[in-house]
């Protein structure tokens, strides 16, 4: 061993106790006694579990990217076609929604978006669902546009069903769709579950958060680290409507394969393959908007 890689290996070590004595170890470990491998090897175990840690606690951080609107933000981009509309399903929560409607409605579209920015953004999608003869209400998360509340997996469940079920009274639960995209996948697969709706519509979904997550950081044991597992795997097979899949097979953000092992997993999906299509452009391809069309009739 060269004089140069000794002394680099010193000075590693070196640096490995300074840390370790920075963030407190150093008064309940002694290390001393230990060889530089092993110092090496708990400096690193140590840095592992502060990613895992890290990883824990700012999970939705990684998750959801809301943007925030002022309450008195005005959506003058849709003209007089937007509603806007409030549900409280609890004291302390407020869900805002915009609802586009159309003459005679053939019953109603519940869509839930992904997981960035929010309804000033996602409203644009009002106009390629419309022509279907449909009234549109999409609802913000907690957290995002004008919404307000705790966000957890629990709650956002809870709050699709108490919008679902505040547009059954008034429409019919079998004229509701649902429609989810990408993290609305799961919220929709979740309430499509447990009620019966007219159908169930997905568009770019995941198998689960938990296997999106392991796929992208396979080193962390990200089973136990989720508080979110969104498991559309579970919801799909109790869903009783029929199921629509849309997924593209150049998806850069959610894989293609998941789409597919979610069609093997419930035969009687009807799967729309889109080659070519990435996570946010499937409306750019005519084989969607005319399959959309077809399953609106």
């Known amino acids: 061993m060269s004089i140069k890689y000794t002394f680099l290996l010193l000075n590693f070590d070196n640096q490995a106790l300074n840390l370790c004595e920075l963030v407190g170890f150093w008064g309940y470990w002694d290390f001393s006694y230990l060889s530089l491998l092993m110092k090496i090897?708990?400096?690193?175990?140590?840095?592992?579990l502060l990613v895992c840690l890290y990883i824990y606690y700012y999970q939705e951080s990684?998750?959801?990217?809301?943007?925030?609107?002022?309450?008195?933000?005005?959506?003058?981009?849709?003209?007089?076609?937007?509603?806007?509309?409030?549900?409280?399903?609890?004291?302390?929560?407020?869900?805002?929604?915009?609802?586009?409607?159309?003459?005679?409605?053939?019953?109603?579209i519940l869509y839930f978006h992904g997981n960035a920015r929010a309804l000033d953004n996602?409203?644009?999608?009002?106009?390629?669902?419309?022509?279907?003869?449909?009234?549109?209400?999409?609802?913000?998360?907690?957290?995002?546009?004008?919404?307000?509340?705790?966000?957890?997996?629990?709650?956002?469940?809870?709050d699709a069903r108490y919008i679902f079920d505040q547009l059954a009274a008034k429409y019919g639960a079998k004229n509701v769709v649902v429609y989810g995209r990408s993290l609305g996948s799961g919220v929709a697969s979740s309430l499509a579950a447990e009620t019966i709706p007219k159908l169930l519509i997905l568009e770019t979904p995941y198998y689960s958060i938990g296997r999106l997550a392991a796929e992208q950081m396979r080193f962390l044991p990200t089973n136990l680290?989720?508080?979110?597992?969104?498991?559309?795997?579970?919801?799909?097979?109790?869903?009783?409507?029929?199921?629509?899949?849309?997924?593209?097979?150049?998806?850069?953000?959610?894989?293609?394969?998941?789409?597919?092992d979610l069609k093997t997993l419930v035969p009687n999906i009807d799967f729309t393959t889109l080659p070519g299509a990435s996570h946010n452009n499937l409306s750019q391809f005519p084989l969607f908007n005319k399959k959309i069309e077809t399953v609106l009739k």
Do not use: M
Not at 124 to 151: E, T, W
Not at 226 to 243: E, G, H, N, Q, T
């Open 225 to 260: 680290l989720l508080a979110y597992k969104f498991r559309s795997d579970l919801f799909l097979p109790k869903v009783k409507c029929p199921i629509y899949i849309f997924h593209g097979t150049a998806d850069e953000l959610i894989p293609y394969q998941h789409a597919v």
């Open 122 to 158: 996602w409203g644009y999608i009002a106009a390629d669902l419309l022509p279907n003869g449909y009234d549109i209400v999409l609802p913000d998360y907690r957290g995002y546009g004008k919404s307000k509340g705790v966000r957890s997996e629990k709650n956002l469940f809870k």
């Open 41 to 48: 090897f708990f400096f690193f175990v140590f840095l592992y």
């Open 62 to 108: 990684f998750i959801f990217y809301p943007d925030i609107l002022p309450d008195d933000y005005e959506f003058i981009h849709f003209g007089d076609a937007a509603e806007e509309i409030y549900y409280h399903p609890a004291s302390d929560v407020r869900l805002h929604a915009l609802k586009f409607s159309v003459p005679n409605p053939k019953g109603v």
